[in-house]
């Protein structure tokens, strides 16, 4: 009901949805004079911020819907899975190559590494699927809160020799774009997927917050 959403959190989303989208317009309209300017170059210190709270924010809106859902266990994730498929979908569609669509169907490598890349949607789908299972089995605030921490500052922490670990043993194409940021898949689950689960983390942390301050 609306006497139950949280105003940081819709103020969050709001923010988070218009930064991103002012950032992608900005990127892909301004001029190159127009990007010299002092206040351009400015905003631009500060856009490196658009991502992570995107992240955060859905870290934050999962973990306060599982909160309140009182649903452990495989439920939890079944009633994430829809949800799962269409950012998935929606990634995929954004990112389908139609300047070679004939070779995807001809399963040449260059435009499935553009289709199967990470980018934001992508990595909140796995994100969340991970989230979810991982809340679902760590049934009890504290336990969630203490799993949740440990995603939050091990995905970030790992995120080197997971990195070298891929690249040393060539794993598969779909290995290496799932978890391996760089210039083709730029927000792959390490180390990205640690802003999501600080986000969750801090939608558990907050109602104690709360109950301290009241």
Not at 74 to 79: D, E, Y
Not at 162 to 180: E, G, K, M
């Amino acid at each position: 009901s609306r006497a139950e959403r949280l105003p940081g959190l819709d103020a969050a989303r709001a923010f988070a949805v218009v930064a991103m989208v002012v950032g992608h317009t900005a990127d892909g309209l301004l001029s190159e004079p127009s990007r010299a300017l002092p206040w351009v170059q400015l905003y631009w210190g500060f856009r490196g911020l658009t991502a992570p709270l995107f992240l955060v924010v859905s870290g934050w809106a999962v973990a306060e819907w599982a909160s309140r859902s009182g649903l452990t266990g495989w439920p939890l994730v079944r009633n994430r899975l829809g949800r799962v498929a269409l950012l998935l979908a929606c990634g995929f569609a954004l990112r389908w190559p139609g300047w070679d669509a004939a070779g995807v169907f001809a399963l040449e490598k260059v435009p499935w590494q553009h289709l199967l890349a990470f980018d934001a949607l992508q990595c909140i789908a796995w994100s969340l699927l991970a989230g979810t299972a991982l809340m679902a089995v760590a049934p009890t605030p504290a336990a969630r809160r203490w799993a949740l921490a440990v995603a939050a500052v091990g995905v970030p922490l790992a995120s080197s020799a997971v990195h070298a670990a891929v690249t040393s043993l060539d794993a598969p194409l779909i290995v290496r774009l799932a978890l391996v940021a760089d210039a083709t898949s730029p927000f792959a689950l390490f180390p990205w997927a640690g802003y999501f689960f600080a986000g969750a983390l801090t939608g558990y942390l907050l109602p104690l917050v709360r109950r301290r301050m009241d």
